[in-house]
Every structure is written in structure tokens, then in C-alpha cells.
């Protein structure tokens, strides 16, 4: 971290982590998150309950149907707002879209609007960030819902696991944003905020 701020002093470089199901490990990801000392800590969902089993979403889609799929998501996401309150940052809100299967009809969030809202009001009376993911543009409905249930505040990731895939989709996600009502702001770890 040290050497990356030396070598680009212009660049604001945070330390984060990212904690899938935390609320799952309640003790373990307080533990990591008082270690770490980290300037930004999000909170994801990679894995629904399936009886006794943690099951990854892409794999469930398998199982269950696609619309079954996003539900289990949103209300394991719900759980994990309500249940763990050690992170800043709800990462990728929309997970199990990157896996819709191609021969169903398109992910609609229309179709999972009391869901989407049941996580967007916990993170919203926690005063909490949506992230707003690249990997699969975000879905503007769901960006005026985060502002409809008090949503304050936005950060915007690509997900990139190579570096050419870095700051993927920004420009159409800021103008998403813009048009949403968010703007940067004075905020020392570059949320947007509303207007």
C-alpha cells in the first residue's frame, strides 16, 4: 500500500476488504475487520442457504428457477443489512444477474421490487453505501429505489479481477447515477452523494 502511494502520489489509494456472508461469521469477520485496520469494508452475498448446505448462487440457478434464485439472494442480503453492522459498503446488490440463465426471460427488477427495497431501507437506516457494480450495469430502477428508501450515498466498482477490465462501464454508470441525482461530493472516501 505504501509503495503504490509513493509511486502515485496522485492517486487516493484505500485499503478494504471485501466480507462474503459476514453474518454468517459473526465473531470471525469482527475479528479480521479490527485487525486489518482497513478504510473500507464491504459486505457481500456469494452463497444462499439450501437446507444444511451454503450453496454459491451461480450454482443454484440449477435448481431453482431464475426469479427463486434472485429472491433467496435478496433476502440472504436483507439478513446479512439487518444482522452485521461492521462494513461501510453493500457490494453488487444484483450478484446473481451475472449468471441469468441466457434461455429465460430477462432479469426484470420489477419482478422483485418489495425484495430489492426490504435491503435497500436496512442499508439506508444504517446509513450505509450501495455500491454500484460494472460487471453487469446496474439496473437504474433499482439505483431510484436506493434513493427512494433514503439512500444517501453511492460508490462505484468494477469488479475487475485483471487490470485491463479496471474502471469498466464507468462512464455509463455515473451518467445512470447523474440521472438518479447523485453527484460527488466533499465525502474524503469519494461517495457519491445525493443531491
Same mark, same amino acid.
Given at each position: ?68 434464485v434472485?429472491?433467496d ?33 430477462p ?10 427495497r ?18 453487469v ?17 453511492i460508490?462505484?466498482a ?16 455515473? *451518467?445512470?447515477? *447523474? ?17
Amino acid at each position: 500500500m505504501e509503495q503504490c502511494r509513493a509511486t502515485c502520489p496522485q492517486l487516493r489509494v484505500h485499503s478494504g476488504v471485501e466480507l462474503s456472508e459476514p453474518h454468517w461469521h459473526t465473531d470471525e469477520a469482527a475479528a479480521l475487520i479490527d485487525r486489518g485496520c482497513f478504510e473500507r469494508v464491504l459486505a457481500s452475498v456469494h452463497s444462499t442457504r439450501a437446507g444444511a448446505r451454503n450453496v454459491d448462487v451461480s450454482s443454484r440457478y440449477g435448481e431453482l428457477e431464475p426469479d427463486d434464485v434472485m429472491r433467496d439472494y435478496l433476502l440472504e442480503a436483507a439478513a446479512m443489512v439487518e444482522e452485521f453492522g461492521g462494513f461501510q459498503v453493500l457490494a453488487h446488490i444484483d450478484f446473481p444477474v451475472r449468471y441469468w440463465p441466457a434461455d429465460a426471460a430477462p432479469y426484470d427488477p420489477q419482478d422483485h421490487e418489495e425484495e430489492h427495497r426490504r435491503v435497500l431501507r436496512a442499508l439506508a437506516a444504517s446509513d450505509r453505501v450501495l455500491e454500484v457494480n460494472t460487471q453487469v450495469p446496474l439496473h437504474p430502477q433499482v439505483l431510484a429505489w436506493w434513493r427512494d428508501n433514503g439512500g444517501r450515498a453511492i460508490t462505484f466498482a468494477s469488479d475487475a479481477h485483471q487490470p485491463d477490465a479496471l474502471a469498466a462501464g464507468f462512464a455509463d454508470a455515473v *451518467r445512470v447515477a *447523474r440521472a438518479a441525482g447523485f453527484r460527488p461530493g466533499p465525502d474524503p472516501h469519494g461517495f457519491w452523494i445525493r443531491d
